[in-house]
């Protein structure tokens, strides 16, 4: 097969998703000359500013230190997402979702065999809580860098300010040698293929090139509107559709963690940066309205009475059919959304960028490996969303209209129905998950903190006890291994100072 390598490549928009594939392919394709195209009228979403660890991949790979990027963006560390008030089962009321690490490997059995005890109805506990490094650092508050001699691995992610990452990432790709080009598309020229050929700007230029990156937002001008690819929305299982977001105060101490604490009718994100929190109300539009949706999250901040500015924001949850068409890839909002609930945009559009570059290269530069490329990606938005449903379905809260339609919904996806069915019957719910091809997005641990978590097991007899079942290491023993691993960690605050 002969190569097809484009000489050109336009990126349309400049939001972080396209700032990523800026530096991504700027880095790789050395002899492609990589051009991106913004609008100052129109500007970038402005949220967005909690990462799982595919951001710490990101900045590896473009070769970016902590020490060069972190401070120009406010950034602070995060070691997981704490969960408060999505359970009302005692015990339950929140649990941390922390990021992997290599001790897991030594406290996760006795985890899963504890859980499965108890949903065998052994008086055993099974709250994640008790099971995982990165939830004892974030109790202490210690962030996630070990001492040199740590012998394990931890993946962290952070929490940034998204403006000073997209300005940062806009420097190091035009030192890389992308064309920085300022205009509006107001029409997307196709040619007799179908193809994009070229993108109209309101100064009447036009601006061509041989692929064509869409990071135009959720206005998706590229891949949806003038490709015609369809949408596919998520919105009969998950409900929200707008979100109200302010600043408040940083506490003195910040912690390694995102916080996300459910209101009347969705749920608060509140995201430590150096300078500021930034905070967020995600909510359905059918069940409030926006005024009432920002009292309330000034309610729960303390800022009734503050004048601190709100700015709402709509968004469009669900993916294309296909993300890359013709000579198109979409990455970012663009190609779909699936709620802030696990701050997994930024990794969706990662992983998007990377497995583009590989099934391009390897199809020398045709669309051989699109339909492989597209599945592979269809499947990791469709895990993501799997795990997002699972919060709203597994929620205890009885008190408002929009919590009890959440959990009684019946539109539910085949796979997470077999994930629900698998952890109230398998014996071995992480060796059945990899059997059924389940682990895709997240790993068994990572649903069975979010089951055990939220407190979906059988209710316990008053006689239950835990006579006759053996865990693999006492409760005991595993908080004494954490928190001598413990010792190998720093303040979080003297990591940022
Ligand atoms: C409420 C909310 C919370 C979120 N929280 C998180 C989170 O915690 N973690 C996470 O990873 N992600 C989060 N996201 C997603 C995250 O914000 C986005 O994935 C990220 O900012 C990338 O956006 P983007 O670059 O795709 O789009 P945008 O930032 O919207 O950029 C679009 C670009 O396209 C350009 N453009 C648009 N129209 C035209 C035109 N006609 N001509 C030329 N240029 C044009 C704009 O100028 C802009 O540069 C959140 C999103 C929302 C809505």
């Known amino acids: 097969m002969t190569s097809e390598k484009p000489k050109k490549i336009l990126i349309v928009g400049g939001g972080t998703a396209g700032w990523m594939a800026a530096n991504l392919m700027a880095s790789r394709w050395e002899d492609i000359d990589v051009c991106l195209l913004e609008s100052t009228e129109i500007g970038i979403i402005g949220v967005g500013e909690g990462s799982t660890p595919h951001l710490k991949f990101f900045f590896d790979s473009i070769g970016v230190s902590e020490s060069e990027w972190m401070p120009r963006c406010n950034a602070t560390y995060k070691n997981g997402i704490s969960f408060a008030n999505w359970s009302s089962v005692p015990g339950h009321e929140s649990y941390f979702h922390p990021f992997p690490a290599q001790t897991d490997d030594f406290t996760v059995p006795t985890f899963f065999s504890n859980a499965k005890a108890r949903i065998q109805g052994n008086n055993v506990n099974a709250h994640p809580d008790n099971y995982f490094l990165e939830t004892y650092l974030t109790k202490k508050n210690l962030g996630p860098i070990a001492a040199e001699s740590f012998p394990f691995q931890i993946f962290y992610g952070y929490h940034f300010d998204a403006t000073l990452v997209g300005q940062f990432l806009a420097e190091k790709a035009v030192g890389r040698g992308v064309k920085r080009i300022f205009g509006t598309v107001t029409e997307v020229v196709l040619g007799a293929k179908g193809e994009i050929t070229a993108v109209r700007l309101n100064d009447d230029s036009f601006l061509e090139a041989d692929f064509f ?285």
């Open 213 to 497: 990156i869409d990071c135009s937002g959720f206005k998706s001008l590229l891949l949806q509107d003038a490709l015609k690819v369809t949408f596919n929305s998520f919105k009969e299982n998950l409900f929200n559709n707008a979100a109200v977001v302010m600043p408040s105060a940083i506490s003195e101490i910040i912690p390694p963690e995102t916080k996300s604490t459910t209101l009347s009718n969705g749920w608060a994100w509140k995201i430590p940066l150096v300078n500021r929190y930034g905070n967020g109300y995600v909510y359905s539009g059918d069940y409030i309205t926006p005024d009432q949706a920002e009292t309330e999250l000034r309610q729960h901040l303390g800022l009734l009475e503050s004048d601190v500015a709100a700015r709402h924001l709509q968004m469009k949850v669900g993916r294309a059919e296909k993300h890359w068409e013709k000579n198109c890839l979409a990455i970012g909002l663009s190609q779909g959304f699936i709620e802030p609930l696990e701050a997994t945009a930024l990794a969706l559009s990662y992983e998007t960028i990377t497995g583009f570059i590989k099934h391009y290269e390897n199809g020398f530069y045709t669309n051989k490996f699109a339909e492989i490329f597209n599945n592979e990606i269809n499947a990791k938005f469709d895990g993501v969303r799997d795990y997002i449903v699972c919060h709203y379905k597994a929620n205890q809260r009885k008190d408002t209209n929009y919590w009890k339609d959440n959990a009684v919904n019946p539109k539910v996806s085949d796979s997470l129905n077999k994930i629900l069915y698998l952890w109230r019957t398998s014996q071995n719910f992480a060796n059945d998950m990899r059997i059924h091809n389940l682990e895709g997005s997240y790993q068994a641990k990572s649903w069975a903190c979010l089951l055990a978590g939220y407190g979906v097991l059988p209710p316990l007899e008053s006689s239950a006890t835990n006579a006759g079942y053996t865990s693999p290491h006492d409760l005991d023993q595993l908080a004494d291994f954490i928190r001598r691993c413990g010792l190998n960690f720093k303040n979080h605050n003297d990591l940022l100072n």
